[in-house]
C-alpha cells in the first residue's frame, strides 16, 4: 500500500492546497511528509486564504500573506484555531495578560481597526477624536467633529479605516463628516469629506461607500428620501424618494459593495427598500410568539464593512408596560442577515435568454433575508454619559459583544450583615441586607457561516482588587469594541482606561 511519503512534492502542495486549516496542521504533526512540506512558505497560503472567506484571520483584512515568513504563516494558522476553539467554549477563557491604555477624556470608542493596534476614541464632552496605537502608547492630535449621532461602516483600504458620521457642529447645524484614520508610518486622524445638512429634516441611517455618502431623512406629511453625495465632487447630490411614510422609520442601513440596502419599520413588518417588500419574519417566529404582556420594539441596526463583512445584524426589544406607560426591558432580540451573494457573472452572453438570466441573478443579489434569531433575557446595559448603549459587533458581522442587565426578577442576595450566620433562620432574614440588582453580563452572539447557527457566551473578565482603577466589573463598562482577527475584546471602565482582554 502506498503512503503519502512517496508522493511528488508537487502533489503533496496540491493535497494541502485543498485542506482545511485544521487539516494542514493536524497532517504537518503526524506526517513526516507534510511535516516537511509546512517549512515551506507555499503550504500555509491556501489554507489560510480559504479560511480568510469564511471568517478572519489574525491580521488585517488587507495585508498581503505572501510578504509573511513561513514561520510568521504558521503562527498565524495556530492562532486562528485557538481562537476559534476558545470562542466555542460557552465560557471562553483569557488566554494572556491584560494591556491597558489610559485615554482620558477620549473614552468612547468610535471603532478599532482590526488586526491591528489601533483604535479610534471619541470624546462625547469636547466633540473630538484621537486615533491611538496601545502598543505604542501614540496617539494623533485631537480633531473636533461636533456631536455624533449616527456613523457608517467603517471602510477598510490598504492602511486606513475611513467611516462617516452624522453630527451637529458647533453651530447646531447637522452635517456629514467622513473621517479617515490612518495607522502607517504613525497614527492620525483627518476629515476628507463635510456637507451641512437642510433643515427641517429628521436623518438617521447614513452610509458610505467607496464614491458617495448619504443618509436618510425625512419630515412630517413626507415619505423618506435618501440623499447621497459624490465623496470627490460634493456638488454633485442626487435625492431619491421612496414611498415610505417618515413614520416608517429607517432602523439603519448597509452597505454591499456599492448598493445601499434600508432596513425600515412599517407596523410590524421590517422592509428592505433594496427589493420594495417585506421581509420573512425570523425563523421559528410563530413558535416563539410573545406573550400579550410584552411588546416588541424593533431597534436598531449593526451594519458591517461593505467590501469583506459577512453580515447585518438587527436588533429588537422586547418590554413590558406598567399602568404609566413606562418600559422595563424583558429580552433582546438578535437576528444576523447574511450577504446576498454577488450580483451574478460578468461573462459576456447572447440572446433573451442570457438577459433573462443575468436579470433574476442581479434580483437574487438585491435579496436580504433573516437567517436566525437569538433571544437574549434581558436589556442592554447603559452608563450615563456614554455615546452609545454597550452593544457592538465585529467588522466581520460574525459576532455580537453586548452588556445585559438580567431580568429584574433576578437579584444578588448580600451576605448577612451581623455575624457569621450561624442563627435561627428568622434571625438570618433580618439581619440580610435588601437585595441588589445582579451584576451585568458582558455576553457574545455568534453566528457560524457553516452550520447557519447561532450561539450566545458569556464572557469572564478577571477583577483587580489591588488596582482599583484597573478594575473590569462589569457595572464599570462604559464602552466596547471587538477585535475577532485577533480575538480581543476591547472595554472602556468608569476610571477612563482601556483594557484589550486576549482570548487566543
Not at 491611538?132 to 486606513?160: N, Q
Not at 448619504?214 to 470627490?232: C, D, K, Y
Not at 445584524?313 to 422586547?318: P, T
Not at 488596582?467 to 480581543?488: F, K, M, Q, V, W
Request: charged share 20%; aromatic share 6%.
Amino acid at each position: 500500500m502506498l503512503s503519502l511519503d512517496v508522493l511528488p512534492a508537487d502533489i503533496l502542495l496540491r493535497i494541502a492546497a485543498a485542506l482545511s486549516l485544521q487539516d494542514a496542521i493536524s497532517l504537518s504533526m503526524v506526517n513526516q511528509a507534510f511535516y516537511t512540506l509546512s517549512q515551506e512558505h507555499s503550504f500555509w497560503l491556501e489554507p489560510l486564504r480559504t479560511t480568510r472567506i469564511i471568517q478572519p484571520i489574525p491580521c488585517a483584512t488587507t495585508d498581503d500573506l505572501t510578504t509573511r515568513t513561513t514561520q510568521n504563516l504558521k503562527q498565524l494558522a495556530l492562532h486562528t484555531l485557538r481562537l476559534a476553539r476558545n470562542w466555542r467554549q460557552p465560557l471562553p477563557q483569557i488566554t494572556g495578560p491584560i494591556k491597558t491604555f489610559h485615554c482620558g477624556v477620549h473614552n468612547n470608542i468610535l471603532y478599532c481597526l482590526p488586526g491591528t493596534d489601533a483604535i479610534v476614541l471619541y470624546s462625547l464632552i469636547q466633540g473630538t477624536v484621537i486615533c491611538a496605537d496601545v502598543k505604542t502608547g501614540a496617539t494623533s492630535t485631537p480633531m473636533f467633529v461636533g456631536r455624533i449621532f449616527d456613523m457608517s461602516s467603517p471602510l477598510e483600504e490598504l492602511t486606513s479605516f475611513t467611516v462617516a458620521a452624522l453630527v451637529e457642529d458647533e453651530r447646531r447645524v447637522m452635517a456629514i463628516v467622513v473621517l479617515t484614520a490612518t495607522i502607517h508610518p504613525a497614527v492620525a486622524t483627518r476629515v476628507v469629506f463635510t456637507c451641512d445638512l437642510d433643515g427641517g429634516y429628521v436623518y438617521n441611517g447614513i452610509f458610505m461607500t467607496s464614491s458617495v455618502v448619504g443618509v436618510a431623512r425625512g419630515m412630517r406629511g413626507g415619505t423618506i428620501e435618501v440623499q447621497s453625495f459624490n465623496l470627490l465632487r460634493r456638488e454633485l447630490s442626487t435625492i431619491v424618494v421612496t414611498d415610505r411614510p417618515p413614520q416608517a422609520q429607517a432602523l439603519g442601513s448597509t452597505v454591499i459593495g456599492d448598493t445601499v440596502y434600508f432596513i425600515i419599520l412599517q407596523s410590524k413588518d421590517a422592509f428592505v427598500e433594496a427589493t420594495s417588500h417585506a421581509s420573512p419574519p425570523p425563523p421559528n417566529a410563530d413558535a416563539d410568539a410573545l406573550p400579550p404582556a410584552l411588546t416588541r420594539l424593533d431597534y436598531c441596526v449593526l451594519s458591517t464593512e461593505p467590501n469583506h463583512g459577512r453580515n447585518t445584524i438587527s436588533v429588537a426589544r422586547n418590554v413590558t408596560t406598567d399602568p404609566l406607560g413606562r418600559h422595563t426591558g424583558h429580552s433582546l432580540e438578535i437576528t444576523f442577515w447574511p450577504r446576498p451573494s454577488p450580483s451574478g457573472s460578468e461573462d459576456a452572453g447572447e440572446g433573451d435568454e442570457w438577459e433573462r438570466k443575468r436579470e433574476r441573478e442581479r434580483a437574487e443579489g438585491r435579496k436580504m433575508q433573516p437567517a436566525q434569531t437569538i433571544c437574549i433575557p434581558g436589556s442592554l446595559s447603559n452608563q450615563p454619559g456614554t455615546a452609545w448603549e454597550l452593544l457592538v459587533i465585529a467588522n466581520s458581522g460574525l459576532e455580537v459583544v453586548l452588556v445585559v442587565d438580567p431580568p429584574s426578577d433576578v437579584a444578588d442576595a448580600g451576605p448577612p450583615a451581623n455575624g457569621d450566620g450561624d442563627g435561627d433562620g428568622e434571625e438570618l432574614e433580618i439581619g440580610r441586607p435588601p437585595t441588589r440588582p445582579p451584576a451585568p453580563k458582558l455576553l457574545m452572539a455568534r453566528y457560524d457561516p457553516l452550520l447557519h447557527s447561532v450561539s450566545l457566551h458569556e464572557l469572564q473578565i478577571p477583577l483587580d482588587k489591588e488596582e482599583p482603577n484597573l478594575s473590569l466589573d462589569t457595572r464599570g463598562i462604559c464602552a466596547l469594541a471587538l477585535d475577532d482577527h485577533r480575538g480581543y475584546v476591547i472595554v472602556v471602565t468608569v476610571h477612563n482606561v482601556l483594557h484589550y482582554i486576549p482570548y487566543a
